[in-house]
C-alpha cells in the first residue's frame, strides 16, 4: 500500500506560484507513476500532470501545460507541483496520486489510480 500525503495549497492571487508537495509512504521502492488531479466545485475531477517512476517523462493537461511543472525526488519519495502563472480557474482541491500497475503505459484517467491523498485546497483570486 501507498500512504500519500498532500501540502502546499493555499491562497494566491492570479500571476503568482504555489509548489505542491506529496509525500508517499509504505513502500520501500518507488516503481510506481504519479499524478496530480484536481476538482472545482461542481466539478469532475480531472487530470493535470503525470510523472513516470524515475522522473524521466511527465506529461500535462492542455490547460496547465507551460505553467505548471511536475517532478519527483525518489530519495525523500516525494512528487511536485510547480505552479506557476495561476489563473482563477485553477481554483480546486488538487490531489495526489500513485498508480502502483505493472503496466508500461502512462496512464491519466483517475481509475487507472489506485492510491489518493486526501487533497489540498488552491484558491488563485484574481
Known amino acids: 500500500q501507498v500512504q500519500l500525503v498532500e501540502t502546499g495549497g493555499g491562497l494566491v492571487q492570479a500571476g503568482g506560484s504555489l509548489r505542491l508537495s506529496c509525500v508517499a509512504s509504505?513502500?520501500?521502492?518507488?516503481?510506481?507513476?504519479m499524478a496530480w488531479f484536481r476538482q472545482a466545485p461542481g466539478k469532475e475531477r480531472e487530470f493535470v500532470a503525470v510523472i513516470t517512476w524515475n522522473g524521466g517523462k511527465s506529461f500535462y493537461s492542455d490547460s496547465v501545460k507551460g505553467r505548471f511543472t511536475m517532478s519527483r525526488d525518489n530519495a525523500k519519495n516525494t512528487a511536485y507541483l510547480q505552479m506557476n502563472s495561476l489563473k482563477p480557474e485553477d481554483t480546486a482541491v488538487y490531489y495526489c496520486?500513485?498508480?502502483?500497475?505493472?503496466?508500461?503505459?502512462?496512464?491519466?484517467?483517475?481509475?487507472?489510480?489506485?492510491?489518493w491523498g486526501q487533497g489540498t485546497q488552491v484558491t488563485v483570486s484574481s
Open positions: 509504505g513502500r520501500t521502492d518507488s516503481n510506481y507513476r
Open positions: 496520486a500513485a498508480d502502483t500497475s505493472r503496466t508500461l503505459m502512462v496512464r491519466t484517467g483517475s481509475a487507472d489510480f489506485d492510491y
